[in-house]
Each structure stands twice: as C-alpha cells, then as structure tokens.
C-alpha cells in the first residue's frame, strides 16, 4: 500500500493538519509520526478483523454459544500475549534508544536476548493449555457447551503462542529502528493468511472453532519464520530490514537481560493485570448467561478493533521519544510526546463518533438473533465511547515505555480493573435492579481510570530522569 495514497495515512494527516491550525501540533512532526504510525496502524486493523472474523464467523456458523466458547478461553491465548508484549514493549524502548545512538552491537543483542526471554516465558504456557485446556477453560466458563467450544479452540491455538511473542519482538524490533512498513507487511499479510484459512476450515470443511484455531496457528508460524529469516538476511524480497542480526555472535546478553527485566517486567504486570482480569470478569459476565457472555465478548473485539490507532501511535511515541533520548535531547523528546499523545486523542474522537452511530449494524455481523441483537447494540454502543480514554491511555504510555518508566502503566491497570472494573461489574450480580447496567459502567472505568493515571505520570516530566538510567553507554559518553 502506498504511503501517499491510503486512508489510514489521510485520517491522521486531517486530524494532524487540524490540529495544526489550532497551534496545537507542529506539521513538520505530524507528518513523521504519521509516516510511522500508518503501517502499524494498517497491521492492527488487519489482526484485529482477523480476531473479529474469528467471533463472526464462529457465531454465524455455531451461534452464540460458540462465541461464548472462544470467549473464555481467549484470556488464556491473550495471557501468552501479555507475557510477549511486556518482553517486546522493553525492547522497543532499548531498541530505538540504541538506534539513535547507533550502537548497533548492543541493538542486535537486545533483540536475539529479548528472543530468548519470551520463549523461556510462553513454552511452558503453551504445553499446560495444550495438556489441560478443559480444566482451565472450566474455570472460568459456564455452560456445557460453550466450555466444550472453549476447550477444543485452546487445545489447538495454543501451539501458536510462543511465535505469536516471536512476532511481537520482531515487529517492535523494527518499529523501534524507524521502520513501521516491513511488520506491516509481514504481520498484515499473516492475518489476510488467517482470515483465508479460516474461511475455508470454518465454513468449507465446518471444522468451527477447531478451524478458527488452526489458521491463528499457522499464520503465526508462517510470520515468525519471515522475521527470522529476514532478520538473518537484512531482509527479504521486496522487503529491507534497518537491523541485521549475524549468526556468527553471541546471543544472550546479562546485562541487557537485566535492563530488559528492569523495563519489561513492569509492562509485563502492566498486561498481566490487564488480562489477568480477563478471567474473574468472564467469570461474573458468565453469572448474567450465555446471551450476554457472547454480546459483552463481540464488545471486546469491536473495541479492540477501534484500538488499533494506539498499535501504530503509541509505538511511533516510543519509538520517536527513545531515538531523542538516545541523543540526549530530552526537549525533542518531550515535544514528540506531546504530539503524538494529542494526534492520538483526536484520532480516537474520531473513530469513535463516527463507528457510534451504525452500534447496530455492527451488531449484525455478528448475530441474526433479533433478541440478542439488540443486546449487542448497546454494548456496542459503549465500547465506542470506552475506547476514546484508550487514545489517552496509549499515548501517555508510549513515552513512559520509551523512558523506562514502566511502573505507572502498571499501576494504571491494577487500579483500573481491579479497584474499579471488577467491583463495579459484581455491582450488577449483587444488585439484580442494576444488572446488565453495571457491565456498561464496568467498561467505561477500565480504560478511564488508567487513562487518567498515565496521563498525570506523563505530565509530571519524571519519566524524562528514568531514562537517563537506561540509555546506552555510546550516549551517556557523550
């Protein structure tokens, strides 16, 4: 896809040229962040309608039952994810730190160690899904036969996990070095890949959620070769790397493995916390049915669709902010922060009021069930409004990630879902006049309040002395 000449590229450049005549923005920066941000933003809307199909075409093939299926063993795929996404989210800020200051020795080691970590964290998980999926999945499901889909579809997509983490260090890895295009590609085309094999397995050979499973699987494995091979090369066909990593090296690295655990594992209890309360949640949707399950799990997935600008934003911030404070310009570090967090926020406004409007049609896609449909419609509805603080969120997070100040996202999270988001949904249990009521409330306060937290970290300028303890020795020498 060109850069000139994309939707995605022109909704930010209007939001930023807006922005821009306001005096909120410069142009010149708008246009940077943009250039990187696209492609990022063009791979998440391509994994997050694959996921979205998942749920359609399993709820069109099975019902909502099955939906509900998927939907408790998700948390479980996505704790894989948040063990890789912590690891990767440290490597991005090393990453564009060293890139900037062009060390490039410790920047190939960084990736081959962060490589290393992530499936020393996820292989296990991976044997234990495949081992006992029906214990797990029984924990947190309700219902016969929405366990036994839940069972089937985490027996099999667990063995995709650990190249799922593989392909998130590949991506930020090459986010990190200014190069947004290349994960695009690879990680867009694996989804397009998954989408095609679902069609196929799910409706042509009605393997339902079994199906559903394989093509995650074999997308993941596929794109996690092209990264290393491409790694190895420099690249591949059609296709330039910024970072070559030699075979003939050293791969591990302690004290890069210490910086990484220092940064990364903040951001993996950032996720942990984020996902972790996947399960007790699940769990109290699940006391409300079946027919809300499936509607609360289609809002899941339509807001992590809305979500994607932060796949692209946020690591552009990180990206940008880390490279600046690689030189050791704290002020072009804090000036690009500054706006990609207000390019984000206007973006989300955007997104948001205009996907509002048509919750219900939305809601189609997913279900025929006039009964439900309606149902699916307001959660829909709320989703859309939920997602704006993520705009917030994800860009007051991206210079703290960049930083090293990775405590206050995690802080962020724990507060969010489990002072406010839990309590609020159990509200609806304990009080049947509330009911389904509390659920929407549950979902505005888990991306409010941590959109409020990481906000007032970002404005307090603290993140900026963090980073002087992680910066690499070629800037520090200077």
């Known amino acids: 896809m060109s850069s000139r000449y994309n939707p995605v590229r022109g909704i930010l450049l ?25 492609p990022r933003i063009v791979t998440g809307l391509a994994r997050m309608s694959k996921s979205t199909a998942d749920v359609a075409m399993v709820g069109l093939a099975l019902g909502p039952t099955a939906i509900a299926g998927v939907g408790f063993a998700t948390p479980f795929w996505n704790l894989s994810f948040a063990l890789g996404a912590g690891v990767a989210g440290a490597t991005i800020g090393m990453v564009s730190q060293r890139f900037g200051a062009d060390a490039r020795d410790e920047l190939a080691l ?73 994960p695009m590609v690879l990680r867009g085309g694996g989804a397009l890949l998954n ?46 790397f910024p970072v070559r990593i030699p075979l003939s090296r050293p791969f591990l690295d302690r004290s890069l493995a210490r910086d990484l655990a220092e940064m990364g594992t903040p951001l993996v209890g950032t996720n942990l916390a984020r996902t972790g309360a996947q399960f007790p949640r ?47 310009d704290e002020r072009e570090a804090t000036a690009w ?8 926020v206007g973006v989300y406004l955007v997104v948001a009021l205009g996907l509002l409007p048509f ?31 993520r705009g917030v969120d994800g860009g007051a997070t991206g210079p703290l990630r960049a930083s090293g100040d990775t405590r206050w996202p995690l802080y ?21 006049a509330i009911g389904v009521l509390a659920l929407y409330a549950s979902l505005l306060a888990e991306t409010a ?30």
């Open 195 to 240: 989408i095609a094999i679902n069609a196929v397995l799910v409706f042509g050979l009605g393997m339902g959620v079994v199906g559903a499973a394989i093509g995650t699987v074999v997308a993941n494995v596929v794109v996690a070769i092209a990264f290393v091979v491409g790694f190895a090369r420099g690249g591949l066909p059609g296709v330039d």
């Open 110 to 182: 960084t990736v081959t160690t962060s490589a290393a970590v992530v499936l020393a964290l996820t292989l296990p998980l991976a044997v234990v899904y495949w081992v006992v999926p029906g214990f797990l999945v029984d924990l947190v499901g309700s219902g016969t036969d929405a366990v036994a889909y839940g069972e089937r579809y985490l027996k099999v997509v667990a063995l995709g996990a650990p190249f799922a983490a593989l392909n998130l260090v590949g991506s930020r890895t090459l986010v990190g070095a200014d190069d947004a295009y290349a």
């Open 412 to 432: 962020s999270q724990l507060a969010g879902m489990y002072l406010f988001a839990l309590p609020i949904a159990y509200v609806g249990i304990l009080v049947p």
């Open 359 to 389: 919750s219900r049609q939305v809601g189609r896609l997913f279900v025929d069930d006039v009964a439900v449909l309606g149902l699916v419609t307001v959660f829909v509805a709320v989703a859309c409004v939920s997602v704006v603080f």
């Open 337 to 344: 922060a500054s706006t990609v967090l207000r390019l984000g």
């Open 449 to 478: 309040v941590p959109a409020a937290i990481t906000y007032y970290r970002f404005v307090s300028g603290r993140w900026r002395v963090v980073s002087r303890s992680y910066r690499p020795d070629a800037a520090l020498d200077d």
């Open 282 to 328: 699940l769990f109290i949707v699940g006391l409300f049915g079946p027919t809300v399950v499936s509607a609360y799990v289609v809002a899941l997935r339509v807001r992590a669709l809305l979500d994607t600008p932060n796949w692209g934003l946020s690591l552009a911030s990180s990206s940008l902010v880390g490279q600046a404070l690689g030189e050791n």
């Open 14 to 38: 209007l939001v930023g040229g807006l922005l821009a005549r306001v005096g909120l923005v410069d142009r010149e920066r708008i246009t940077r962040a943009t250039d990187l941000s696209w």
